[in-house]
């Protein structure tokens, strides 16, 4: 029986977009090699994941600014790396929440968990501001280590008092839901809004109300028909 939902942070909650995040891949774009917004947001993740791979753990603004200042001679970048972080740590507290989010959350009937790499109280402002409450938020920094590990969704599952089987974990980031699942053992759903992954192996979905027949079946159709009228 599902007793709670874990959702990831970027891209399941808040949306790639907003001024914030325009002035972190400007200031890159003007300063290097790279050509554009998806550039730059490649090139980034796949730097991220690899300092977490061969450092030790720190926050992941921390990692940002250490891959601009000393991991950035690939793409020759000569502009300001405090620029860049400042504007991605307003992103995390301040980008637009997805009214997709927003509808899921009204009507879920089980307590929602956000599990996220960024800081814990950056979601929170973009929570408090929006008026959203979820049960908690367990941020990677609870543990030392990202969700491409496993010991962030083992500390969600102590913090929510619950059992593997009892939740269902959905994740917009095909990586980590596969730790989720394969390494944890969490039923999980990708969050696929822009079809993406089409030949994937794992349940998509496009939206995460679409995930709400699948929690209420568990309680009874009738409440779900009630509820999403």
Known sequence: MIKAVFINYVL??????????????????CHSKLNSHEEVRDWLLKNIEGYFHNQPYTKLENVVLNILKYKSDDIKFKGNAQKVVRAYQSF???????????????LCPVPVYIVCNESADYVRVNLR??????????????????????????????????????VLNISSILGELEVAKNEV???????????????TKYKRTRSLVETLPQIFKELGDNEWQIQSK
């Open 92 to 106: 995390w507290m301040y980008a637009p929440i997805s009214d997709d989010f927003k509808e899921f959350l009204r």
């Open 12 to 29: 399941s909650v808040i949306l790639p977009k907003g001024e914030d995040l325009q002035v972190a891949s400007d200031e890159i774009v």
């Open 185 to 199: 053992g969490l039923n999980s759903i990708l969050l696929d809004r822009n079809r993406k992954y089409y030949e």
């Open 129 to 166: 501001r929006n008026n959203l409450h979820v049960a908690e938020v367990i941020s990677a920094d609870f543990v030392g280590k990202t969700l491409m590990y496993q010991e962030t969704f083992e500390k969600a599952l102590e913090v929510a008092c619950i059992k593997k089987e009892e």
